[in-house]
């Protein structure tokens, strides 16, 4: 079975901090994901990788980078945290072949003070 | 942009009762992709259809692809508590990039 983790499912940061959220697959998924999710607005994806060192922005990559060193890693970093990016930070990773899906890890609930 | 529209944002029904939800684009779909995500979880695929006028079932829940590719349905017969949950239908892309519904949120009243 796909096992998505993510490092932390809860983390408070104050504002101007740089964070760092950590993502593991260990399924060798070429594919892995960043989105955040708000009430309302459902998933939005913020930056995806498709092989290692390899990066792509999504729809809302403002204010956040990302870094995959290696491929069962993806790591998502808010360089300068806000209040803004207070949300649910969910991971996903999927095979390359077409019509696959994503699997998903249980999140990390990121508060911004 | 490319966009999925979902309806409606939230449900209450009594259980036993019977929902659905609705995906609709202004595009047509190479394929539609379901997810369900309990209260606290994370979403986990449900199914993907791909054909035209594609319909599949599994136990209570019954998913539509539409004929012309623009829309896409999840219907559940007699809902449980266990249906609780948020339910989002998502476009996957070439790319592999999956464009999301806002998610229909599904309460199940005992």
């Known amino acids: 079975d796909v096992k998505v983790t993510q490092s932390s499912r809860y983390l408070v940061k104050r504002t101007g901090e740089k964070v760092f959220l950590e993502c593991v697959q260990d399924?060798?998924?070429?594919?892995m994901f960043w989105y955040r999710q708000d009430p309302g607005l459902g998933l939005r994806l913020i930056y995806f990788s498709y092989d290692v060192k390899m990066k792509e922005k999504g729809d809302i990559p403002e204010g956040y980078s990302v870094s995959r060193e290696k491929k069962e890693r993806f790591s998502l970093i808010l360089e300068s945290a806000s209040t803004n990016q207070t949300s649910m930070y969910l991971c996903?990773?999927?095979?390359?072949?077409?019509?696959?899906?994503?699997?998903f890890g249980d999140g990390t609930r990121l508060s911004i003070l | 942009g490319q966009q999925v529209m979902q309806i409606p944002q939230y449900q209450h029904v009594q259980e036993g009762e019977d929902f659905t939800t609705y995906c609709n684009s202004s595009t047509t779909l190479s394929n539609i992709q379901w997810y369900k995500q309990r209260p606290g979880g994370h979403p986990v695929f449900l199914i993907q259809?791909?054909?035209?006028?594609e319909v599949k079932k599994q136990k209570r829940l019954t998913f539509q692809f539409g004929e012309a590719k623009k829309n896409s349905s999840l219907h559940i017969t007699a809902t449980q508590t266990t249906d609780v949950g948020t339910y989002f239908c998502a476009e996957l892309s070439n790319t592999g990039k999956l464009i999301f519904g806002q998610g229909t949120t599904l309460q199940v009243k005992p």
């Open positions: 259809l791909v054909k035209s006028g």
């Open positions: 996903a990773s999927s095979l390359a072949h077409s019509n696959q899906p994503q699997h």
């Open positions: 399924m060798d998924h070429e594919n």
